[in-house]
């Protein structure tokens, strides 16, 4: 009877514990026209979600560096810990990557997301020194931000894909600085992208890399990493530039410095120049005409356009997965050489698509090749979603 009362009565005080827990989780703060709501952690306040109260006043965020007395350490929703995870909540409460057919951006909470196109200036206390993955995405472009000194993880994803209008980074943290509208190195060596939408973007000469992965963050998301670019048209490289690690092929056009000893730019792209590998492919209106000269092109075309026509020349002699993340109906590519490029052994791993409708690639090779062709470039009908894929070989 003894163990029965004293397993109620310690159920009874788990019970109670976990409802004060519950309880702390759920504090809240207000300050001018904005509520904070935050939890308690040893180190600190973590401010989990900021809401406006009103539509007007609001134009300047000044987050709290105290609450209640006890300094705030971290920003961000309490389960945001992977970018790819499109149910996770930015820091004011808005779901991330919701989309509706068509590509058509959907805030998940409209009356707060309109609210918040109407700070046009956010302010984070020096205190602050973590913050989420995903808390500043899908916030409104034209913002200006500061990032502390201690804040040194999750900077490249969400200050990259926002293009805002000023970022000003702490002379005291030694992580990150600004340069041109680049997102630099403390030391200036690598670039992670661009935090301000600028047409034409001259990388500075202290630049050696640039790197939009395997960076400081969490989470690496192909969509993310695909906008540490965006709005940029002509990127120029210095000759300094030693290496060029991104997640996907961008769309912007680049030029490198004639005097360059690792890369040459064509036609607006960029391929190593020792070993003729794809670096950088440039398209226009969904055609991907990779310039002659290139040998390899070692990684899937994923671009965030749509893959109409892509033109493949003689010099190419091994191709990535090419047909992975056709947006069309129906696409065309076009080979010029007589001997055809070795396909990679994932080239049909995966297929992104119009949902379940079946791709017709049609590919035109030259007169008398179409066997070879047809040998070559057989599909792994083992492989996930290879029965959604039809090549059919014309002959020009």
């Not at 779901?95 to 509706?100: A, P, S, V």
Request: some cysteine; glycine content about 6%.
């Amino acid at each position: 009877m003894k163990k029965i009362i004293y397993a109620a009565m310690f159920f009874l005080a788990i019970t109670m514990m976990c409802g004060n827990a519950e309880k702390a989780k759920a504090k809240s703060y207000k300050a001018g026209k904005f509520k904070y709501q935050y939890k308690n952690t040893k180190k600190g306040v973590w401010i989990t979600k900021i809401t406006p109260l009103s539509s007007k006043g609001i134009s300047k965020l000044n987050i709290p560096a105290k609450i209640k007395g006890k300094k705030v350490v971290k920003l961000g929703n309490t389960n945001d810990k992977d970018t790819t995870d499109y149910t996770t909540l930015n820091l004011f409460g808005v779901r991330i990557g919701y989309y509706e057919e068509g590509g058509i951006h959907i805030p998940s909470n409209p009356k707060v997301h309109k609210r918040v196109a109407k700070i046009k200036k956010i302010r984070i206390p020096d205190s602050v020194v973590s913050i989420t993955p995903s808390c500043f995405f899908d916030v409104q472009e034209g913002k200006e931000i500061n990032i502390p000194k201690g804040v040194k993880r999750e900077v490249v994803n969400q200050f990259t894909r926002v293009k805002w209008k000023k970022v000003k980074i702490s002379s005291k943290n030694k992580t990150y600085k600004v340069k041109n509208g680049c997102l630099l190195s403390k030391n200036g060596k690598v670039m992670y992208g661009l935090v301000y939408k600028k047409k034409r973007v001259v990388v500075p000469k202290t630049v050696t890399a640039i790197e939009t992965d395997g960076t400081r963050d969490t989470a690496h998301s192909e969509t993310v990493h695909g906008l540490a670019f965006l709005g940029c048209e002509t990127l120029v490289l210095p000759k300094s530039v030693e290496k060029v690690r991104i997640f996907s092929y961008s769309m912007m056009k680049v030029e490198v410095d004639s005097g360059s000893q690792y890369f040459v730019s064509k036609d607006g792209s960029l391929y190593d120049k020792k070993d003729g590998r794809l670096v950088w492919l440039y398209q226009t209106d969904g055609i991907f005409n990779i310039p002659d000269g290139i040998r390899e092109i070692p990684e899937p075309i994923r671009t965030y356009g749509y893959a109409k026509k892509i033109i493949i020349p003689a010099s190419v002699k091994k191709v990535a997965n090419i047909v992975q993340y056709c947006y069309v109906k129906d696409p065309v590519i076009v080979c010029k050489g007589k001997e055809p490029p070795t396909l990679s052994k994932e080239q049909t791993n995966s297929v992104v698509s119009l949902r379940d409708e079946v791709i017709n690639i049609t590919v035109y090779v030259p007169t008398g090749c179409k066997d070879a062709y047809e040998k070559t470039w057989q599909i792994d009908r083992s492989r996930v979603g290879s029965e959604r894929i039809k090549f059919t070989f014309v002959e020009q």
